[in-house]
């Protein structure tokens, strides 16, 4: 069945607005750890469910550069039917449904379509609370800061990563990496690195590079060796985001501007692939807390929470 008009609207929306923020030297997916947004975790919608996939880096593209600071966002409709009202003047921002419906009847003069599931996204817009007057005093809660994590191992997310059965060995080899050929991850000592946050993050990206093993995800990229690695790492580190977002611990990552433009080159090129990665990135996330389970902090840190 051929794209609408609309359909691919969308595509160009969301690939215009991660371009943008990376053409203008911003990382969307770090962005939620600093400057005025410092502390916002996953968004998250009228009834507290989270966000998924490239509405996430859509929201947190937003929240970073409006310098929102609360997590939560509903429709124009939604805050009214809660006793609340979008401020005069106030911008809603795109984000996207997906969805599937099932083929009725002959479609584009082709036969047999009748019955097929097939899939669709159209956009939507919302506000973020702080747009918004009137709402119940929970709504305007601030995000909560990182955990300090010091500069010593964490026993609960030490538990957490041993959790995901992945190997992890540690040596004085200054690298982090995942080694696919023995699927075992490699880790520098903890105490080598400037935070144990920081310790944590690159871990974070390194299982997520675990997640496609065949045995796992068995996740593929399209593309020459080259083209691969960036789409890779770029699904690593959306990867680790979501997973240090969820484990409320800050990610740092430092990257050069080659490997940005690669992946601005690709996404020029492909419309659809930084939704791709963003789909991609959901899924290993889901796999790492279907496998490790929630975080569960000590009982002093719950108390001190």
């Known amino acids: 069945m051929a794209k609408s008009a609309k359909e691919f609207n969308i595509y160009d929306y969301v ?40 509405n996430v880096l859509m929201l947190w593209v937003q929240a970073h550069e409006k310098g929102y600071c609360s997590p939560t966002w509903m429709t124009y409709k939604q805050a009214r039917d809660l006793g609340g009202q979008v401020r005069k003047g106030e911008k809603s921002t795109t984000v996207v449904k997906y969805g599937t419906y099932e083929a009725k009847g002959e479609v584009e003069g082709r036969d047999g379509d009748e019955g097929q599931t097939r899939a669709y996204a159209r956009a939507y817009r919302v506000f973020n609370v702080e747009q918004i007057d009137g709402l ?37 080899d200054p690298r982090a990496y995942y080694r696919p ?24 990206h390194e299982s997520a590079h675990a997640t496609k093993a065949p045995h796992r995800l068995d996740r593929k990229h399209t593309g020459l060796s080259a083209e691969r690695y960036c789409k890779e790492e770029v699904v690593a580190e959306l990867t680790a985001a979501l997973v240090a ?19 601005i080159d690709a996404m020029k090129a492909d419309n659809r692939a930084v939704i791709k990665a ?23 840190a719950q108390i001190a929470a």
């Open 181 to 204: 050929s023995t699927d075992r991850i490699h880790m520098p000592p903890i105490a080598t690195f400037e935070s144990a946050s920081q310790f944590y993050g690159v871990l974070a």
């Open 136 to 172: 119940a005093e929970p709504f305007y809660r601030k995000a909560e800061a990182p955990r300090d994590l010091g500069t010593e191992a964490d026993p609960a997310l030490e538990d957490w990563f041993d959790r995901l059965g992945i190997g992890i060995d540690t040596s004085e």
């Open 278 to 300: 963003a789909s991609m990135a959901q899924a290993a996330c889901d796999w790492m807390f279907e496998t490790a389970g929630e975080l569960s902090l000590p009982v002093a």
């Open 15 to 54: 690939t215009n607005t991660i371009l943008a923020a990376l053409e203008a030297g911003t990382v969307p997916w770090r962005q939620c750890w600093t400057g005025e947004s410092l502390g916002v975790p996953l968004p998250l919608r009228a009834t507290g469910e989270a966000y998924r996939g490239i």
């Open 245 to 263: 977002t969820r484990l409320g611990i800050e990610t740092h990552y430092d990257q050069n501007a080659a490997y940005l433009q690669h992946w």
